[in-house]
């Protein structure tokens, strides 16, 4: 075989190789088909399993080169998505989960050579991490408020091979209060952010060095445990500028780190839907593998918990009303849209309140079956201590409206007694939607 040319179109970032072969094959010559391989692709599946085909074709044979047509047509891998169930939670409430788990990992996708290229360029040689054989697999926790999310934050922060941050989209939000002019950039904000976080690429976006210099303080009043005041970022106690240390952010991420976990709440997204930005997200990170859990619960149960905290009006204030229509039509939206993300849909699993509550364990084993991660003992234990605490302990955390001390199988089912038949009434007739998605029936 003799090579004749190679040829680099930078403007379609295309590579052709064109191949004549002089092998005489009974008195007829051979050709080798041209091959165009793209440089950019789409997807997950097209990244790892897309190889081009050189096809023999015999010029002389108009047979041949129908065989050749389809055998190049068929290298082009079709997108499937799997729906598969865990009975470890479906068995006994079916109605009230939707799993969605994985299918195993078995490919080794590289890193893009543009990722390999910035680390290389950006780091110098005592902060420069290396790229992992396997692609990073990070979690995504979302879900509207009171409806489990910081519970089961805090259980992830819990394990020390995670680096887990809380409500992140605090502090975008926040930017947005102070200049008028970030509100345009929301969205693209909080991409570059998560990027930043489950992928650990601060140092890309200008987005995600500037969170990290709010990240000395303290942006939240659930008290998560802050993964950048962490000895992992923190050697002997000391602390750097991670704002003037991007690198070392990303370097830290990397290699001290197994997995990247952040929760964020359904009112810190744009729009209050997670459609704004999960799409997007999947596929600008294609070298992470990245999971989304998303969190619900009975909006009659977390309507009556943010009443209780006065976050929210009772059904006597005239703007009840509008409330409830606002907060089960988000619920509405997001739930469908979960349910329905075609090739995204084996990395989105659907966990109900009721079931974090009544099953804590059973459903924590499930959701780090399905993101990946290795469960250690020390999470076991864990979430048995915090959801069957002793009397003293519960009277301690009574007051604390974040803790993860809680007497969880109590919680389930408690709104129903303290919830006015007025309240459940309104609730019910203006969230029919959500409830039927849910499965639920009505009170009244």
């Keep these: 075989m003799t090579l004749l040319y190679k040829n680099w179109e930078t403007r379609n970032?295309?590579?052709?190789?064109?191949?004549?072969?002089?092998?005489?094959?009974?008195?007829?010559?051979?050709?080798?088909?041209?091959?165009?391989?793209?440089?950019?692709?789409?997807?997950?599946?097209?990244?790892?399993?897309?190889?081009?085909?050189?096809t023999l074709v015999d010029r002389s044979s108009p047979e041949s080169h129908t065989k050749s047509s389809e055998a190049q047509t068929d290298s082009n891998p079709k997108l499937v998505s799997t729906d598969r169930s865990l009975p470890e939670i479906q068995s006994n409430s079916p109605k009230l989960l939707r799993v969605s788990s994985p299918k195993p990992d078995t490919e080794k996708?590289?890193?893009?050579?543009?990722?390999?290229?910035?680390?290389?360029?950006?780091?110098?040689?005592?902060?420069?991490?290396?790229?992992?054989?396997?692609?990073?697999?990070?979690?995504?926790?979302?879900?509207?408020?009171?409806?489990?999310?910081?519970?089961?934050?805090k259980m992830f922060a819990a394990d020390p091979q995670l680096m887990t941050v809380y409500e992140p989209l605090w502090i975008t939000k926040r930017w947005n209060k102070e200049d008028s002019s970030q509100i345009k950039n929301w969205k693209r904000n909080v991409l570059d952010l998560l990027k930043g976080i489950l992928s650990c690429k601060f140092a890309e976006s200008p987005a995600g060095i500037k969170f990290l210099s709010q990240t000395t303080k303290t942006w939240s009043g659930a008290y998560v445990n802050n993964a950048f005041q962490s000895s992992a970022f923190c050697p002997n106690g000391t602390c750097r500028d991670l704002a003037r240390n991007p690198n070392y952010a990303d370097k830290v991420c990397v290699t001290k780190y197994k997995h990247s976990v952040t929760k964020i709440g359904e009112p810190r997204t744009p729009d209050n839907l997670i459609s704004s930005f999960l799409p997007m997200l999947f596929t600008e990170n294609l070298d992470t593998d990245i999971r989304v859990i998303q969190l619900i619960r009975d909006p009659r149960?977390?309507?009556?918990?943010?009443?209780?905290?006065?976050?929210?009006?009772?059904?006597?204030?005239?703007?009840?009303?509008?409330?409830?229509g606002r907060v089960c039509s988000n619920l509405a939206k997001n739930i469908k849209f979960g349910r329905n993300l075609g090739q995204w849909q084996d990395k989105y699993l659907e966990v109900h309140y009721r079931d974090l509550a009544g099953k804590p364990l059973e459903t924590t084993q499930a959701m780090y079956k399905f993101a990946g991660f290795e469960m250690p003992e020390s999470i076991r234990d864990w979430v048995i201590r915090n959801t069957s605490p002793s009397k003293e302990e519960l009277r301690k955390q009574e007051k604390n409206i974040f803790s993860s001390v809680r007497n969880s199988t109590a919680n389930i089912d408690k709104w129903q007694k303290e919830s006015?038949?007025?309240?459940?009434?309104?609730?019910?007739?203006?969230?029919k939607v959500a409830l039927d998605l849910l499965g639920l029936t009505k009170m009244t």
């Design 109 to 153: 996708p590289s890193f893009p050579k543009s990722r390999q290229a910035a680390l290389s360029t950006k780091l110098s040689p005592d902060v420069q991490p290396k790229i992992p054989a396997e692609r990073r697999r990070s979690l995504l926790i979302y879900g509207a408020d009171r409806s489990g999310t910081t519970f089961t934050t």
């Design 301 to 324: 149960a977390s309507m009556n918990s943010r009443i209780k905290l006065g976050w929210m009006v009772d059904f006597h204030h005239w703007s009840f009303l509008n409330n409830v």
């Design 13 to 54: 970032l295309t590579l052709k190789y064109h191949v004549t072969s002089t092998v005489p094959t009974q008195n007829r010559i051979a050709f080798v088909t041209v091959v165009t391989i793209p440089a950019k692709r789409t997807s997950t599946e097209v990244q790892a399993d897309f190889k081009p085909k050189l």
């Design 420 to 431: 006015p038949i007025g309240r459940i009434r309104i609730i019910e007739e203006h969230c």
